[in-house]
DNA sequence: TTGTACGCGTTATCAA
DNA sequence: TTGATAACGCGTACAA
């Protein structure tokens, strides 16, 4: 509405006066900030950001890219909003439906300067595509990888897969199947490492179970306990990509009138919301202060500090399902 | 980077002329047209949105306030950023954490021109202060409220809350127990409408099992449970708040050897992704296409049309604990 | 069909 | 201590 130049004229004094009256840098005497002030009371000024970041070329607002909006995803969000606001960013949302050509709008916005800088939470296109557009401005990913230019902010789940199976030895299960998510993720691939890691340690034969590779609904899940009952019972525990899988199986046993964890025990993986309502033994990791971190990094390149990030960890949430 | 005047230096063009062969509104000769795009390609040029939302005096983006972000929450903002998106308007996220402070600094980015509507999902402020700022662009309310100038997409509680009295009644239960939300909320009044007349329809006792208000968390739910094992077990049914107290509910009554829906029966309200996993009896609701009306009502303001808001309906999905 | 000049709102620079 | 001027990048009215 109003703007400074009429705030200046409404207190008889010129713009950059006035300027610098309200944003309280270089000098200006008493009298005029005074009126300066009031004149910015009364007719309602508010300083207009597009001009701002026009001027400076830059706009305290960072974009996060996520192909949907749910579970530990809107973990991730909360944390990261939440670290930006209180240092004053504002976060824009794109949401790619698992659609490559969204996450192109997410990349321009960043060459447009629509936004300061990017978190992907996954990454849909491959990474030459993606990272020519660090030239505009700092991109993070949680999604674990590994690249020169794109820090990364994910947790090595070899530490918290490893945490899942001594936590089923320890109870006393020695038939673990493996229930893995997508075979091209890094972290499947650190899963499986702990596993033989494990197997060797404890002199048990890997061979005892299948694995089961590609794993994530509720429904695959539900379709494991069918598998369990068809094939002769052999496990006596499963350690499952994530809770969704999990609580498929749990569920589903519970419907069939199987016995948890005496017929088999599960063990989760992430610590969602639901997991407690269905007691699920799960690996909790702080989805927050890996948020926390991708702003930090983010804002120490932006900014040109080096702020410190948290270490993070692991930890085995035991609950009735082992 | 580079800017218009170096693309049209770069194309032997003035830099309206380059203008208008890039955004493809004017004349311009084919020739110049080619020379200038091949500019653009060339020298990697990209229009700055800041320059843009400085010279219209709008950002096309869109401000989504909301305390925290969690289940439904979650499931409004997907639908909103979906909807957003898909007609060219990006959003940005402002949580509060129920602090009032956080829900001015959303409204004076409004004021500002950081955005050009906002939608609340909660309002934790007084209505007299939220209300002036609509003079700065449009305002939404998810929550319901009645104000002549923000609009709100809320759903009458009255006819799903009734749905699941009738579904209650229909499986034969007589003595239910009305577990309702914060008592200040105009849902619960709504509720609290439908119980009355719901009884006066089948003639039943309204004072038969006593209820509760300000009722909201798995927690409540958990003392729920112990409530009716100490007072005579009444009530043959409960009628909850939502997913979460329902859930509470559930997973006590299992933890305590209690059979749902034989002891009693339970229905919640909203159908929030772990309602499948407990097999809870709840009413779902359209929350994508509430967010989706919230964004069409925006749209309407802002673009000086007159959009099309979908019907929206409450139904039952009836599962295992009714 | 093209180019010049101006304004969007702000602040930094510099001269007074 | 103050104010005129320029500049951020763009679009566009208007003149040529």
Chains 1, 2 share one sequence.
Not at 58 to 66: D, M
Not at 222 to 239: K, Q, S, T
Not at 268 to 296: C, K, R, S, W
Request: charged content about 25%; overall charge negative; proline content about 4%.
């Amino acid at each position: 509405m109003t703007n400074i130049k009429e705030i200046a004229r409404r207190a008889g004094v010129s713009p950059s006066t006035a300027s610098r009256a309200l944003s309280g840098k270089g000098y200006v005497s008493e009298e005029k900030k005074r009126k300066v002030l009031a004149a910015a009371e009364e007719f309602d000024y508010a300083p207009n950001l597009n001009a701002l970041s026009l001027k400076t070329g830059t706009t305290r607002r960072l974009g996060l890219v996520a192909p949907e909006f749910a579970e530990s995803v809107s973990l991730f969000t909360g944390g990261f909003v939440r670290a930006a606001e209180e240092a004053g960013y504002t976060v824009t949302l794109f949401i790619t439906g698992y659609d490559k050509s969204k996450e192109l709008e997410a990349l321009e916005a960043l060459r447009r300067k629509q936004v300061d800088a990017l978190v992907f939470v996954l990454f849909q296109s491959e990474l030459p595509l993606i990272a020519p557009y660090v030239k505009y401005g700092p991109i993070v990913s949680w999604q674990r990888l590994v690249h020169e230019r794109i820090p990364s902010v994910f947790m090595d789940q070899y530490d918290g897969y490893m945490l899942a199976l001594e936590h089923l030895y320890a109870k006393g299960y020695r038939r673990i199947c493996n229930v893995y998510g997508a075979s091209t993720r890094l972290n499947t691939q650190s899963r499986i490492e702990a596993f033989a890691d494990f197997c060797r340690k404890y002199g048990l034969d890997p061979g005892v179970c299948p694995s089961f590779q590609n794993m994530g609904d509720t429904e695959d899940g539900e379709r494991l306990v069918h598998w369990w009952l068809e094939n002769g019972r052999i496990p006596d525990a499963f350690a499952t990509t994530n809770d969704r899988v999990a609580a498929g199986m749990v569920s589903e046993a519970r419907r069939l009138g199987l016995r948890i964890p005496e017929d088999f025990a599960v063990c989760g993986f992430d610590n969602l919301d639901f997991a407690h309502m269905l007691d699920l033994t799960t690996i909790h990791y702080p989805v927050d202060e890996q948020a926390g971190n991708a702003f930090a990094i983010i804002r120490s390149q932006i900014e040109e500090t080096d702020l410190p990030l948290k270490p993070l960890k692991f930890h085995l949430v035991e609950r009735a399902t082992t």
